[in-house]
């Protein structure tokens, strides 16, 4: 994201949070506007001590069939904060004309047969400190005293019984719908916090300490892919260290010689001998970039006849008068680089001709892969060196190298049976010697859009 003023948070776990608060407002909101809008369209109950007719009722009826001695009792216990009831004296009141409350009670008091021939007086007083106004009944000859206050408010208790569940239950509806979202964005957010620190620290710390792979599945598929990928970047920058740390080894020798042989001066200064470390030097400076550009190679795949290919490199070889015989499929056709795979081949053999004095060369079909075999009857490589000896630069000893071989023929072969997806192993040769096996797959887009199989090495 630019630098730009936004008014969205800058991080993904702000940015997550936030749309869960708007969303949730706007649930709000949806929710508050249909209440409004499907709220049921009875009218407002109208201002007046008539919703409080039966209570008044009740009580005139109760405080009559009530002895003397108890009606004190009787009309404070039925006394509330909206209706107070009294025996004695009428309630202090500043009359306000309001002539249709009044009428609407004595209606409704009147229409109770015990109440017909009693005197009623009602009136409606100013408002009080709460800002209502009251209602009065006396009836004088009765005792009986009521005072009920107007409004509605009386009903908010009975209001919140209905709505205060219903607003708890929203409420907390919210809250546990919060705290999950925010605590699964929270849980989805970790990795990928971790993963951009192991990005960052990976930078500058080459040593790949793989992230552990946890969360969703499209994040631990991140992670699996980050450690591959770690891994792969490791491995290349240690094998291009290695390489130049060998370079820079195997230079020094001729750079040392060189520089005495200038130095002593006499037969050892001749021109020859220091051409020769030249050559020797250049060699070995071409040979490793030589391979560093073959790792990146992009030459086209094409349908090749593998048995013509082999066949045409060990004529090469024999008609410089080495001991080569070849024996093959005809008609084996394989999709490879031919280029690479005459390559492959050419270091396979030049390995066996330097190490042995015999060597057989066989192409033939197994299953859906092409096999090419290069045995000889040298000394072999044992099998714990079997690894070591695929490294850039690697010989198995001083007295084998002689030939100013650079240790780099294998690890080339090994790269391009990679590159193609194939399979390298060494065994033994019977009676004696190494037989190299190489099984390239006929068509290895076949097993495109998988991800490459690690390649057996014995
Ligand atoms: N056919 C073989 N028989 C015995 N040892 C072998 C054979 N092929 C390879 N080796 C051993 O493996 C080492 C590595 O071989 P590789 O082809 O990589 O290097 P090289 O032949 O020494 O040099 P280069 O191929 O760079 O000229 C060799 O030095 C040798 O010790
Ligand atoms: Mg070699």
């Not at 000893?397 to 192993?425: F, M």
Request: hydrophobic fraction near 40%; charged fraction near 20%; include cysteine.
């Amino acid at each position: 994201m630019t630098d730009r003023f936004s008014l969205l948070p800058r991080t993904v776990y702000g940015q997550m949070v936030a749309i869960v608060i708007s969303s949730m407002l706007v649930t709000i909101f949806v929710v508050a506007f249909l209440v409004v809008a499907l709220r049921p369209t009875v009218p407002p109950l109208p201002e007046g001590p008539w919703p409080n007719a039966l209570a008044i009722e009740t009580a005139i009826d109760a405080l009559r069939a009530s002895p003397t001695a108890t009606r004190d009792a009787v009309a404070r216990g039925m006394s509330a904060p909206d209706m107070q009831i009294q025996t004695t004296g009428p309630f202090p009141c500043a009359r306000i004309p309001t002539e249709h409350f009044s009428v609407l009670l004595r209606r409704i008091l009147k229409a109770q047969p015990d109440n017909r021939d009693a005197i009623i007086t009602e009136s409606t007083c100013a408002a009080d400190s709460s800002g209502m106004t009251s209602t009065h009944i006396d009836m004088p000859r009765e005792g009986i005293f009521i005072t009920a206050h107007n409004g509605i408010n009386h009903h908010l208790p009975q209001l919140m019984r209905t709505t205060l569940p219903l607003i708890v239950s929203f409420l907390s509806l919210l809250v546990i719908m919060g705290t999950l979202s925010l605590w699964s964005l929270w849980r989805i957010n970790r990795p990928l916090k971790v993963l951009a620190n192991k990005a960052d620290t990976f930078g500058h710390d080459i040593t790949p300490e793989p992230l552990t792979e946890q969360g969703p599945l499209e994040l631990r598929r991140v992670a699996r892919a980050f450690n591959r990928m770690q891994a792969r970047i490791a491995a290349a920058t240690e094998e291009r260290t290695r390489m130049l740390m060998a370079i820079g080894h195997d230079l020094r020798t001729p750079l040392t010689r060189l520089s005495m042989r200038i130095e002593m001066g006499g037969p050892d200064a001749a021109p020859a001998a220091l051409r020769n470390d030249l050559w020797l030097m250049n060699r070995m400076l071409n040979g490793a970039l030589s391979f560093l550009k073959g790792q990146g190679d992009t030459e086209p795949a094409e349908r090749v006849d593998i048995g013509a290919l082999v066949e045409s490199v060990c004529a090469e070889f024999e008609a410089i008068g080495r001991n080569v015989t070849y024996q093959g499929d005809l008609g084996l056709t394989c999709l490879c680089q031919p280029v690479a795979v005459a390559r492959m081949v050419n270091n396979l053999i030049d390995n066996a001709c330097k190490f042995g004095s015999h060597v057989r060369v066989d192409t033939r079909r197994h299953d859906n892969e092409a096999i090419i075999e290069v045995a000889d009857n040298g000394p072999g490589i044992p099998s714990e060196m079997h690894d070591i000896v695929l490294l850039p630069f690697a010989r198995l000893d001083p007295a084998r190298s002689a030939d100013g071989g650079l240790g780099l023929g294998l690890s080339i072969i090994h790269d391009i049976v990679q590159r193609h997806r194939g399979t390298l192993t060494f065994h033994h040769n019977q009676p004696s010697g190494l037989r190299v096996r190489i099984a390239l797959p006929l068509d290895p887009h076949g097993t495109r859009g998988r991800p490459p199989e690690p390649h057996a090495v014995h």
